[in-house]
């Protein structure tokens, strides 16, 4: 027998995360030259929707396809996706089981790596193998240290993938891979652990999550009040980005805390980071450092902010970032 | 009501950290409650004085972590447990298992936990706890009520006993879930607002008792196989790559921010036409 390896799938609305294409990636390199198997899981209530979805794993390389359909899973939530995924775990004894380090993958990862009593290395940013052993790589201290890991003992082995930092797997234009059919699970291991969802409020303005946008636009105390977010906002919106804040500008109730980027709060690594109006604490830069590049706007010319980024403007964000904006639109058209 | 709060020290998100000898440097570093925990540990001290609790903070760790249960106690926890484990701070698995070997007898009502600490950074702990105590969760919380599905008017609900209310964040969108208890939360940022402990606290925690348990104990009680070896296992720990400042930008306002797009097209860091 091969290596089998799982992935836990993961739908936004009605389309694939662009995390699980990341996680399909990683499986095709664990295969390499090794024969094996990549099976998806997929959880959520719409039928069509996950028809299509599991059309779309197949095309990016997945051989079979497990769904949980029904409307427990509306929203996904990782208590209702464990029983079938443990089902799924026993039927195929995978080598590998990987999922996005997303707020569904974090709380399924742990709970899996108990039941099963597997190793579990969270957040991994890169692998490679050295000397025979699969090593894989993740942030510790938000960013501010890299370490690597590897398993020790017998398989299942869990990883959960940084979203942005692995390329999604290609698609061979040729390969038509139109024969996985969907398996509906209608049977499971065990009930579920209790839980109800009474209520979803779509908060996010725009659709992009934070942590998996390639362009992210930040603000700080500089940005002096919600007034100041609203022209982050719009750059943001411009460029087809995020936004996100320091603590600053969370604690003084700038914005909410879901945006907070730093040691507390989220690690972001987009390809582009602007700071604005941000000084640049340890536990901010923490959080953003590994972006690929970095412009910073502030007032203050020695700001700790200048000395990370690619790009330094010494100015006054509230005429710099209309500017933008402004620039970026008359561009667009 | 019965009340666990699982907390771990860990570096003040202040400091820097540096590597010695393939190792985290820890000599001097200035050590702290894991700021999730901070939150965990608020949410329990006000269930406590808005409707009575016991509440018993765990940790996990060396020795210099009692200092942790130190500030706990002087803010307010009834009582500090020490599972004394110095040698395998990134074997969750182990550390899960110690902790649910000491919350089983107690039979808690609630477990309150950080999201995740800001140094090992998994979130991993608190969840396998639940997994292996067989308890529902609901993690990232931003605002936790307890009562009866009366008191919470929740009409629906199946259970009856007093229920869990929790809103939480899942990825910038607030999702509302009710669970029975027991259960496990986990705390998110802006849940609460944490207290600093009052000098007549800290004094009145000097004199309270830290219990310590020992893994050897535990360990045996729980009659599972040796937890010694970790199921993974670190093989190196590196600084980040350095970066160095880049360019400042000259000219006015508007010269700024036509170099800049300039150089991003340029990059191509902004390649598209629009979006």
């Known amino acids: ?333 | 009501m019965k009340i666990i709060v699982l907390m771990k020290q860990t570096f003040d998100t202040e400091e820097k950290v540096e590597i010695t000898n393939g190792m985290i440097e820890e000599h001097g570093a200035k050590f702290v409650i894991n700021p999730y925990d901070e939150y965990a540990l608020e949410e329990a001290l006000r269930i406590k004085e808005q409707n009575g609790a016991e509440v018993i903070a765990i940790t996990v760790g060396p020795e210099r972590s009692s200092v942790a249960l130190r500030t706990g106690l002087a803010l307010g926890i009834d009582q500090a447990i020490m599972i004394c484990d110095a040698e395998h701070g990134d074997h969750s698995y182990r550390i899960a298992a110690l902790l649910a070997e000491v919350i089983k007898p107690l039979k808690p009502d609630l477990i309150l936990a950080g999201l995740f600490a800001v140094d090992s950074g998994s979130g991993s702990v608190a969840l396998q706890v639940a997994q292996l105590l067989q308890l529902p969760h609901a993690s990232a919380a931003v605002k936790l009520r307890l009562g009866t599905a009366e008191e919470l008017l929740i009409e629906d609900a199946p259970w009856s006993g007093t229920l869990a209310l929790v809103d939480r964040d899942v990825e910038g969108d607030v999702e509302t879930v009710v669970i029975p208890l027991p259960a496990v939360v986990t705390a998110q940022q802006g849940l609460n607002d944490p207290r600093y402990p009052s000098l007549p606290g800290i004094m009145k925690a000097k004199k309270k008792a830290i219990i310590e348990r020992y893994p050897s104990e535990l360990l045996a009680e729980a009659n599972q196989d040796d937890l010694s070896s970790s199921l993974t296992v670190r093989t190196a720990l590196f600084p980040p790559s350095p970066r160095s400042a880049g360019k400042r930008l000259s000219g006015d306002a508007s010269q700024q921010t036509k170099q800049l797009l300039h150089s991003l097209i340029e990059a191509n860091i902004i390649q598209r036409g629009g979006n």
């Open chain 1, 1 to 333: 027998m091969g290596t089998s390896i799982l992935i836990i799938a993961e739908l936004k609305g009605s389309t694939l995360r662009r995390v699980t294409l990341e996680a399909l990636g990683v499986a095709a390199a664990l295969l390499l030259e090794r024969s094996g198997d990549i099976a998806c899981f997929l959880a959520g209530s719409n039928k069509a929707d996950l028809e299509l979805a599991s059309k779309e794993l197949a095309r990016h390389g997945a051989h079979h396809v497990y769904v949980a359909s029904g409307e427990a899973h509306q929203p996904i939530q990782a208590l209702t996706s464990l029983p079938p995924i443990l089902s799924i775990i026993q039927e195929l004894k995978p080598q590998y089981i990987i999922a996005g380090h997303t707020a569904y993958g974090r709380e399924l990862a742990p709970r899996l790596a108990a039941e099963l009593k597997a190793g579990y290395i969270a957040d991994i940013i890169s692998m490679e193998e050295f000397e025979g052993q699969l090593q894989f790589t993740r942030p510790i201290y938000a960013g501010k240290a890299f370490e690597t890991r590897t398993f020790h003992g017998t398989s299942p082995h869990l990883l959960t993938i940084r979203p942005n930092n692995f390329a999604p797997v290609s698609v061979a234009d040729d390969v038509e891979q139109a024969n996985v059919e969907p398996i509906f699970i209608t049977e499971q291991a065990a009930a579920p652990l209790p839980s109800i969802v009474k209520n979803v409020v779509q908060r996010m303005s725009s659709s992009i999550d934070l942590t998996e946008a390639e362009i992210v636009v930040a603000g700080g105390r500089g940005a002096r009040g919600s007034d100041g977010f609203k022209l982050l906002q719009a750059l943001a919106d411009e460029l087809g980005g995020a936004v996100g804040a320091s603590r600053a500008a969370c604690d003084a109730g700038y914005c909410d805390y879901s945006l907070q980027i730093g040691q507390t709060g989220k690690v972001v690594t987009p390809q582009l980071y602007i700071a604005c109006g941000i000084s640049g604490a340890i536990q901010h830069l923490a959080g953003m450092s590994q972006s690929r590049t970095i412009v910073a706007i502030n007032k203050d010319p020695d700001a700790p902010i200048f000395s990370i980024a690619d790009y330094g403007i010494v100015g006054d964000l509230f005429e710099v970032v209309p500017l933008l904006t402004a620039e970026l639109k008359a561009l667009h058209q």
